[in-house]
């Protein structure tokens, strides 16, 4: 496709079950970020992944979030026995180059843990 | 037709000018962010707004929600400003419409 592609669109899990959400960038990106957006937050970043480098991951806010990039190409993000507060919308995006302008977002995958 | 309009689509300033960078959008809206990218770097949520003016240091934010119209101005721009700055409408389902962004160059 032409554009970042995020699934599911919608995700509704109990509490204390492991989900995965996938994002597949723009084919050619090298860049791809993960964030999230709590209800009444501002964006929150997850991790960052460019090209074969160490993904930077300073923004997982706990050991039961965890990303992986396969081929430099999709991700998954997986939150590991989910809590209410993991409830967020979560954004993946990505762009041709090291941050560069002309980055693309997916239009997220809805999380609700009940 | 993007639902999310951001004018310029680049800006080179020198160090000190104010500066103002312009969005529409066309969606109902819950709420509208400002975002910053700085080369090589994450994206920081600057402002989130969903009526009037907000201010963090020298960045200030204004929203007309009767326009869909809103505007991020940087007070004595600085070199370090120097970033792409994105504008995200984020409608009543929490779905976010990106504007393409405006990438941003303050010279000394």
């Known amino acids: 496709g032409a554009g970042v592609s995020q699934s599911p669109s919608n995700k509704v899990t109990e509490k204390g079950k492991d989900v995965e959400l996938r994002c597949d960038p723009i084919?050619?990106?090298?860049?791809l970020y993960w964030y999230r957006q709590s209800l009444g937050q501002g964006l929150e970043f997850l991790i960052y992944f460019q090209g074969n480098s160490a993904p930077d991951k300073s923004g997982l806010p706990s050991d039961r979030f965890s990303a992986e990039r396969t081929g430099g190409s999709v991700s998954t993000l997986t939150i590991q026995r989910t809590q209410q507060e993991d409830s967020a919308v979560y954004l993946c995006?990505?762009?041709?180059?090291?941050?560069?302008?002309?980055?693309?977002f997916g239009s997220g995958t809805r999380l609700t843990v009940v | 037709k993007n639902e999310v309009e951001q004018s310029p689509q680049n800006l080179t300033a020198q160090e000190g000018e104010f500066i103002t960078i312009n969005c529409s959008y066309s969606v109902g809206i819950s709420a509208l962010h400002w975002l910053q990218q700085h080369p090589g770097g994450g994206i920081v949520s600057l402002f989130m707004l969903s009526s009037g003016k907000k201010k963090h240091g020298r960045l200030i934010a204004t929203i007309n929600i009767q326009e869909k119209h809103s505007s991020l101005h940087i007070t004595a721009s600085h070199p370090r400003d120097s970033a792409v700055y994105i504008c995200?409408?984020?409608?009543?389902?929490?779905?976010?419409?990106f504007g393409t962004g405006t990438s941003l160059t303050v010279i000394p």
């Open positions: 995006a990505s762009s041709p180059g090291q941050g560069l302008y002309g980055y693309t």
């Open positions: 084919s050619g990106h090298t860049a």
């Open positions: 995200a409408a984020a409608n009543t389902g929490n779905q976010f419409y």
